[in-house]
């Protein structure tokens, strides 16, 4: 059987298209062609209650510690959206790994997002998960929470904040409108029957469905009750579903993944769940006949078969129960297993396309350097042939020179290569007394003075440079790590170092009154004054143990090992997209990717390391250069030798 997958969550207005884009591309990627939207309802946003966010996030916080929670997919989308940036002193709550992803994708740090995982029955996606993982991660009283939610529903989410102690204020961001349906999207629904698999994510929602659809007095209503399947991911929209007399009701996991997974593993299931008939066996001829003339033997016989049919009717029917159990239990753990295996294949195709992209670039650079390298073994060749025979100008070698220069000039960007080949095609003209070639020797030496005009920079040297900053990366020192230099320790910062107690001894000695009192021992007071100074320098070396690095963000000393290692790879690919934009001579990519990387050497490296500081110079030299030059069109060059080519073969004639 084939379920057409009957999406019924609600409608948000055209300016919101995170969810429905990213819905429908889940869609689309799981292949699915029976797709019925059947919204219920509109949700219209509350801008007074939008402004009342931003007033309470700008105004000081009497806890530490500050935190808005989003019951819904669709209320942190509305807010979201209307804020426009997310505050970097705020967490952001969610109900579950779906509404995690969403806030991701809105621009939220993945570091201040409060989500449960689903793993366990301690982070559940729900409001009881999210109120667990608040309870461990912050203290009892110690935040300020903003509860951002539709109308009705989740009341005991807040209550149970303030019962740990916390200051929660609630916010209806949004309002429902119940959407009229026509006569035709009902005729479309019933007519789905048994095939429809309604994905219902509120309970709300399936009670106004259902009304809407009860007011239709269709006798089919009941036959969609009976068979369709419902999709829920909350045990109370499932005893809700169950409430209003629909029969099959599966809880899933929240999120569009779940139910292509499901649609998956139960696509075949319902075919293959075919009837069983059960069959009496034949009654043996030698049991009918072994006492023909006793009837009540007969009879007994008659009611032990009966008994018998009987018992085995209710044994198969308890059999096919438990077998029912058994595939459902399998259903649900292969449906988390595949959901899990579509999420590391979809991060595995992400990956495997980033790679390819590369490699393609890469493909494309060696290409590149492969022609560059057979044009100046063709240039160097023409250049010999020239030099070898310098007897007789040939308006075919200088032709060729220009066609090199062109291509240098058009295809590379070569401005050195071009001016070459010019000028060794004006060597080849001197000497020469026609009128034509001195015509092109003319025009030839007027475009080589406008290509010598232009800045010529020597770009694979520059490369190479950037090539060394790139391998260079994983040696470069970074805020975060001890090889980081400091500017100077604590003794340094709070007291000048103590004098030293031998030079005290020495010139308490100097000033002592008499040579035997000297030799014999210090009174006590320069004694004291001795181990006072002792005492300082001891402590001075103490203080010198500690460092002090000052740094802009103080968030960059807080980096893990495999963010430090996350962010040496994002370096280093954008110094090699910088590398390939710089050969292909694309100044707008270049000046985006060495921005990009410089904010990352400033903001995580030690910029006063002697590595870091040659990292800088080579990004600022390579800056400074000039792609996006306006290249001679060499048209007084082309013009002379045409007419040259022409007088050529007039003279032949």
């Known amino acids: 059987m084939t379920y057409t997958l009957v999406v019924c969550k609600p409608r948000l207005p055209e300016q919101y298209l995170t969810q429905r884009v990213e819905l429908k591309s889940a869609l689309d990627q799981a292949g699915h062609s029976n797709i019925l939207y059947f919204p219920v309802f509109e949700l219209i946003p509350d801008f007074s209650a939008m402004s009342e966010i931003g007033h309470w996030l700008k105004q000081e916080a009497p ?21 426009g940036g997310w505050p970097s002193n ?24 409060i989500a449960p995982t689903g793993d366990g029955p301690d982070e559940s996606e729900d409001s009881d998960g999210l109120a667990r993982l608040l309870a461990k991660q912050f203290e ?112 899933i996991a929240t999120g569009i993944q779940s139910v292509n997974s499901w649609l998956k593993s139960n696509k075949k299931s319902m075919d293959n769940n075919k009837p069983i008939t059960a069959t009496l066996p034949p009654v043996s001829p030698s049991t009918a006949t072994a006492q023909p003339a006793s009837q009540w033997l007969g009879k007994a016989a008659f009611f032990i078969s009966v008994l018998s049919f009987v018992l085995i009717l209710l044994i198969a029917f308890a059999g096919k129960n438990q ?57 160097e060749e023409v250049y010999n042939s020239l030099l070898a025979s310098r007897t007789e100008v040939s308006l075919s070698e200088v032709e060729q020179l220009i066609s090199i220069a062109k291509r240098q000039l058009y295809l590379l960007g070569n401005v050195k290569g071009a001016s070459i080949a010019l000028s060794q095609a004006i060597e080849l003209l001197e000497g020469t007394e026609k009128p034509s070639l001195l015509n092109l020797r003319t025009a030839l030496e007027k475009d080589l003075s406008e290509i010598n005009a232009l800045p010529t920079d020597d770009l694979l040297k520059l490369a190479i440079s950037l090539d060394s900053v790139v391998n ?75 460092e002090v690095t000052k740094v802009n963000s103080p968030e960059v000393l807080l980096l893990s090992s495999r963010q430090e290692t996350d962010l040496r790879n994002t370096l280093r690919l954008s ?69 040259a080519v022409a007088g050529q073969q007039g003279e032949r004639q």
Not at 155 to 178: I, Q, S, T, W
Not at 358 to 373: G, H, P, V
Not at 615 to 634: C, F, G, K, M, T
Request: hydrophobic letters at 40%.
């Open 140 to 251: 009892a009283g110690t935040c300020d929470v903003l509860v951002c939610k539709g109308p009705r529903g989740r009341v005991e989410f807040p209550v149970k904040l303030e019962n740990m102690g916390h200051a929660v204020k609630v916010l209806e961001c949004y309002d429902r409108r119940v959407i009229e349906q026509s006569d035709l999207q009902s005729n479309c629904l019933f007519e789905l029957g048994a095939s429809a698999a309604l994905w219902v994510t509120s309970s709300e929602t399936i009670e106004v469905l259902d009304q809407q659809l009860a007011l239709k007095s269709d006798p089919r209503l009941t036959i969609l009750r009976e068979q369709s399947t419902v999709l829920t991911t909350h045990p109370r929209i499932a005893a809700k579903c169950r409430e209003l007399g629909y029969a099959h009701v599966v809880q």
């Open 472 to 546: 260079s990366v994983e040696s470069l020192p970074m805020l975060s790590s001890v090889q980081a230099t400091t500017d100077q320790t604590l003794a340094e910062l709070t007291e000048e170092p103590a004098t030293n107690p031998a030079a005290a001894q020495t010139e308490s000695s100097a000033n002592g009154s008499a040579p035997s009192e000297t030799n014999s021992s210090f009174s006590f007071e320069q004694g004291w004054t001795v181990v006072k100074q002792v005492a300082k320098a001891v402590w001075y070396d103490i203080k010198s143990l500690v």
């Open 323 to 379: 077998i029912e159990k058994t595939r459902m239990a399998f259903g649900e753990r292969i449906q988390k297993e595949s959901t899990t295996l579509d999420l590391v294949k979809e991060d595995f195709g992400k990956s495997s396309d980033l790679t390819k992209d590369l490699k393609t670039r890469f493909d494309l650079l060696e290409l590149a350097q492969k022609e560059e390298a057979s044009q100046r073994a063709s240039l």
């Open 575 to 643: 110094l090699l997209n910088a590398r390939i934009s710089l050969l292909s001579r694309q100044a707008t990519l270049l000046k985006s990717d060495l921005e990009r990387s410089a904010a990352l050497i400033n903001t995580y490296f030690d910029t006063q390391a002697l590595q870091v500081q040659r990292a800088q110079s080579v990004i600022n030299e390579i800056s400074e250069v000039q792609l996006d030059l306006v290249l001679p069109e060499l048209q007084a060059t082309t013009a002379a030798l045409r007419l």
């Open 90 to 113: 705020v967490f952001c709550g969610v109900m579950g790994k779906q509404s995690a992803k969403l806030a991701l994708d809105l621009g939220v740090p993945q570091s201040q997002v």
């Open 63 to 83: 806890q530490p510690n500050r935190l808005v929670v989003f019951v819904s997919p669709s209320v942190l989308e509305i807010v979201l959206t209307h804020l």
